[in-house]
């Protein structure tokens, strides 16, 4: 099993819509969890934090479920500049580490006008 | 505040050559650096974990003696590409957490490597 798999998309979506990002990790003793957006050709850059509790930032909508091993972003009223392929990132590889991140494949995500 | 700057950006070079990959720290001191690869349509990949004044730490399969990583300071953190193959090429990004104990790692632009 990979450590984190995300769904394999790509998403296509029109303006406005909104779109769900599921992610699996394996490894139960991680302790953060994260969703980075990258661009094309560009270096990943922090979304936001996922928090047990779950957590809004604006349009955007995190959960954690640590019993399943499970997290989520939505993505609410969707908008050009959210076309971005969305990594699901967990902390703590297999070796424990505690600053070490592994990163799902992404999901590419295309908002159309 | 917390950039990462790499350089160079791009390179192109022959098979054989060695190329270095600089890693800086602009306005903070990063105690570790990590290196990642990432291969066209697939995720980072963390290829080792690099501390000031120490050797670095390399995942399983990445040889040491092909990716030499050098942490001589608390802002810099240089990857050498030893005798580069067209199967190196990849897009090598850095990222720095701050010294201090803060889990946020901040990532460098990418260097994006050819090997003709």
């Known amino acids: 099993r990979k450590e984190v798999e995300q769904d394999p998309g790509p998403f296509n979506v029109p303006e406005g819509a909104t779109v769900a990002f599921n992610c699996t990790y394996s490894n139960s003793a991680s302790q953060s969890f994260f969703w980075y957006r990258q661009d ?3 270096e990943p850059k922090l979304l936001m934090s996922v928090y047990s509790s779950g957590n809004e930032d604006g349009r955007f909508t995190a959960q954690l479920n640590r019993a399943s091993q499970y997290i989520s972003l939505l993505i609410r009223d969707s908008k050009l500049s ?13 070796g424990g580490s505690n600053y070490k991140l592994t990163f799902g494949k992404g999901t590419l995500l295309t908002v159309n006008p | 505040g917390a950039v990462v700057s790499q350089h160079p950006s791009w390179v192109i070079c022959k098979s054989g050559t060695s190329v270095k990959i600089e890693c800086r720290s602009l306005d903070f001191q ?19 974990t690099s501390n000031e004044g120490s050797k670095a730490t390399y995942e399983q399969g990445v040889e040491k003696d092909k990716f030499l990583i050098n942490h ?16 190196d090429s990849s897009f090598y990004i850095c990222s720095a957490r701050q010294a201090g104990g803060q889990e946020t790692q901040y990532f460098g632009p990418g260097t994006r490597l050819l090997v003709l």
Request: proline share 4%.
């Open chain 1, 40 to 42: 094309c050709r560009k």
């Open chain 1, 82 to 94: 959210d076309s971005a392929t969305y990594l699901c990132v967990v902390n703590g590889g297999s």
């Open chain 2, 30 to 48: 990063a105690t570790t650096m990590f290196w990642y690869r990432q291969f066209p349509k697939q995720s980072l990949m963390l290829m080792a």
């Open chain 2, 72 to 87: 001589a300071s608390l802002t810099l953190s240089t990857l050498t590409v030893t005798s580069a193959h067209p199967e």
